[in-house]
């Protein structure tokens, strides 16, 4: 290499040196903004979970039945495009129909003169059955599964996740209290009998049984009793089981009455999206509820029209103020609160009803009933289809409603 060269390659070597620590030091420098962008992206994620879970959620996503995901807001909100006119016109829509489903077994049953085995007769054994079906599909269908998946939503206080059964233990509850209150009522019913009878005895209306059976009749038992040889054969274990069915149907307007506010709350207070949909199906579950208790109203036996009229009344008008008290309270209702009432109502009306449904429909009318037993297979048959049948279409009314 000559001097020339040399002295070029020694000019040229401090440049490259330079560029080399330039690069190098621009590579650091990139490397450092990039660890604080990345601790900065960190720092921000790490927030954004605390808050997360510190803060009550404000939406919760559910899924429909058809997978499709949407959020249902936890907090109070001003609902859009609400279409009072046609609430208010559906109050009078379901008013009127529950009135021709109540009022139509109650009319025809009172119509003069009542034929055995005639086609009235048939009639109202049919809806009677039907009405039972109804009465057990909408406590098992509508109103359990509705209690249970209230205590499920993420709206409530955590306190109502901490046990799985809520709605299980409200419908127990409520079974057993109905239990007591139906003991106490019969009590009660039982004890005015005795001291009647007492009154009839001293009077010398009714002689004094020489003897009994080996399991003596109560004196409440007798007082319409025939005695025969000293034997009383008792007409009154009639009057007991009529007694227990006039209770019956009284709890059973209570447990209907509860549902019918919740279902006319729920209507006022709906979607626009899914208000039709849910009010349709709600014209064909109060007309069914109403076959249901007015058949069963008519086993009252009254004489006269006010008791009847009267429960009627109360059935035709309690959906209507559930959708009044909907209307009022749309935009101001606490969904969580909301949420949580809707469940216990609803676990409490299905222990109602079926405790209802089991010891007064199905286990008087039809397992302890000696007519029942005794009569026709075919009679038999038409009775447990049309039950049948009454259960099948709430099951299929529980799809909307």
């Not at 790490?46 to 899924?63: C, G, K, M, S, T």
Request: glycine share 8%; aromatic share 8%; with cysteine.
């Amino acid at each position: 290499m000559d001097h020339t060269s040399a002295h070029s390659a020694a000019t040229l070597s401090p440049t490259r040196e330079a560029t080399v620590a330039y690069n190098h030091d621009d590579d650091a420098i990139k490397a450092k903004e990039e660890e604080k962008v990345l601790k900065h992206v960190h720092d921000a994620h790490v927030h954004d979970i605390f808050v997360q879970e510190a803060a009550p959620p404000a939406a919760v996503e559910v899924a429909d039945d058809h997978g499709h995901s949407h959020e249902t807001s936890c907090e109070a909100q001003v609902m859009e495009n609400y279409n009072l006119s046609f609430r208010i016109g559906s109050l009078f829509i379901i008013m009127g129909t529950s009135a021709i489903g109540v009022f139509a077994p109650i009319l025809i049953y009172r119509i003069s003169p009542y034929k055995e085995g005639g086609l009235r007769d048939w009639t109202l054994t049919a809806g009677k059955f039907f009405g039972t079906g109804v009465i057990i599909a909408t406590a098992f269908i509508h109103m359990l599964p509705e209690g249970l998946e209230k205590f499920d939503s993420e709206c409530i206080g955590e306190g109502w996740h901490s046990y799985h059964a809520f709605g299980g233990l409200f419908c127990l509850i409520s079974s057993f209290l109905l239990q007591l209150v139906e003991l106490a009522a019969l009590s009660k019913l039982d004890s005015l009998a005795q001291k009647n009878d007492d009154a009839m005895v001293e009077k010398g209306l009714v002689p004094m049984p020489t003897h009994t059976h080996k399991h003596p009749v109560p004196y409440e038992h007798c007082h319409h009793g025939i005695h025969e040889e000293g034997h009383v054969h008792s007409a009154g274990f009639l009057e007991s089981d009529q007694s227990m069915r006039n209770i019956g149907t009284f709890i059973l307007e209570l447990g209907i009455l509860m549902h019918s506010i919740i279902i006319g709350i729920t209507l006022g207070t709906e979607d626009e999206e899914s208000v039709m949909t849910l009010l349709i199906a709600l014209v064909f579950h109060q007309f069914f509820e109403g076959i249901a208790l007015g058949s069963r109203i008519n086993d009252l036996h009254c004489k006269c029209w006010k008791k009847p009229v009267l429960m009627g009344l109360l059935f035709i008008i309690m959906t209507p103020i559930g959708i009044a008290i909907g209307i009022g309270i749309r935009n101001t209702l606490n969904p969580g609160s909301s949420i949580l009432a809707q469940g216990i109502l609803d676990s409490l009306s299905a222990g109602i009803l079926l405790y209802n449904a089991y010891v007064s429909l199905m286990s008087i009318e039809i397992n302890h009933n000696v007519g029942f037993r005794k009569s026709p297979w075919f009679r038999k048959l038409f009775c447990f289809l049309f039950m049948y049948c009454g259960a099948a279409l709430m099951a299929v009314l529980g799809t909307w409603a």
